[in-house]
DNA sequence: CCTGATAGTGTACATACTACACTATGTAAA
DNA sequence: TTTACATAGTGTAGTATGTACACTATCAGG
């Protein structure tokens, strides 16, 4: 096998990034607005071209970060998009990544030109978006409200310490419908992945809730056993 | 938006795809022997570059068939693999693909030259492939093992006609495990999914099975009416 | 008619899901 | 300081689902 007979091929293809974020008791998606051709002016999900240089999973972190400041964060490739047309420059397809997230507070600024702002967005009220990426947030919340169901992603929305209530209104806002309160504390308390801490809300005009955070070894060693964790 | 302005983008990508099969009561994978460089005369999966004038869809089936003589597949993309040197000629990322079939017999005739031939092999002894296809095959059998739990994908492997017994034994393979007769039974049945044909085998030295016929058109209208299938 | 092979069936128990309503505790306003 | 308001926090009974388990039925072949 020798890399020098065969002729070299070159290659165009761009990666793009869903952010999910909790916020106001709604579920969020950070957008763009674009500062270059082509679709200059418009809002998108932040994505761009992979450099020869670095693996697709990388370029999704470098791309993430260069347009929007967003360091650090967990991204999972869910599909990929190749219709011929997608691109109005030639032929480009895309792998697409999402990752949900908890410091929304964390300022949010572009290090490259390509973007002009990022900020966040209800997903139920998502604009025309440039090239096809409203079909990739699309799936991409498909893709999530899948997930939350047999994985406890809902903390990765969450601040390391929160209450049942918040993280019961996450359930409720990615699967679209009410949860019985009880059976929901029921449900979660009796996996024993969540540890109540000794603090408590403070500066409410209600009882005060108590905080708690998820015991993410726990759940590890858990799911190392064979548990399978399961919220419809 | 203006198509002529901007500079031409190239673009080398390719499609991969994984196709499942179940004889002899084993789960078994579709490879090809490669009949051109890189990895000649090595076995793969069937795969090749996209062309500028197909969608990667559109580019899956037309390998496929190309490569095996496969024609009609449904293919499901699952993932896409793009390290910097999967490729020896260069930065090639790869989309992939798997489906499940059922006609095992029909004949695998490769259409272009690209493969000497294409044949059935035990999906739980792959060998030594080209390129990252390992990486591909170990993946695709992860995504078949989780569909299979809340899709009824069993079928698509089973001809059209099929006793419980077959169909219990693909869940069997597919899951790496043993599964009770009677609850099997009593669970699929429940669903409604299945009618029992008036016939049922012959010329076997034991009792005749019947014969069943998955009910694909009340599956979907159930599915419609948000019944969830579900087999662990 | 006996043997061997697989088809086909039911019950009891444990676990999980569902529906549902009241008391506890804090702030703020009257 | 009392009252109104808002959310926290709790239990039970009924239903449905999953699991473990063993025997009879039917066919071919010797």
Redesign the interface.
């Known amino acids: 096998?020798?890399?020098v007979?065969?002729?070299?091929?070159?290659?165009?293809?761009s990666v793009d990034c869903v952010i999910f974020g909790f916020d106001d008791g709604e579920l969020k998606v950070l957008l763009v607005e674009r500062n270059e051709?082509?679709?200059k002016g418009w809002k998108a999900i932040p994505g761009n071209l992979?450099y020869?240089?670095?693996?697709?999973?990388g370029?999704a972190k470098r791309v993430l970060y260069e347009l929007t400041g967003l360091k650090n964060i967990f991204l999972e490739?869910f599909?990929?998009f190749?219709?011929?047309d997608r691109?109005?420059?030639?032929?480009?397809?895309t792998?697409a990544y999402y990752s949900i997230i908890k410091r929304m507070d964390n300022g949010l600024h572009p290090v490259s030109g390509y973007t002009k702002k990022a900020f966040w967005w209800p997903a139920d009220k998502i604009p025309k978006l440039a090239f096809d990426h409203n079909e990739i947030v699309d799936r991409a919340l498909e893709t999530l409200r899948h997930k939350i169901q047999y994985e406890p992603v809902g903390f990765e929305l969450l601040p390391g310490k929160f209450t049942l209530t918040q993280l019961q209104h996450i359930y409720e806002a990615i699967l679209q419908k009410e949860i019985d309160k009880r059976n929901f504390r029921k449900k979660f308390l009796s996996y024993g992945l969540l540890t109540e801490l000794e603090e408590k809300q403070t500066g409410v005009s209600h009882r005060a809730a108590s905080f708690f955070k998820f015991n993410k070894s726990r759940y590890l060693s858990l799911k190392k056993r064979g548990f399978i964790f399961g919220m419809k």
Request: glycine share 6%; no cysteine.
């Open positions: 096998m020798s890399r007979k065969l002729p070299k091929l070159h290659s165009d293809f051709p082509p679709y992979v020869d240089t670095e693996d697709i999973d370029a490739q599909y990929s190749g219709k011929i691109h109005p420059q030639g032929r480009v397809i792998v």
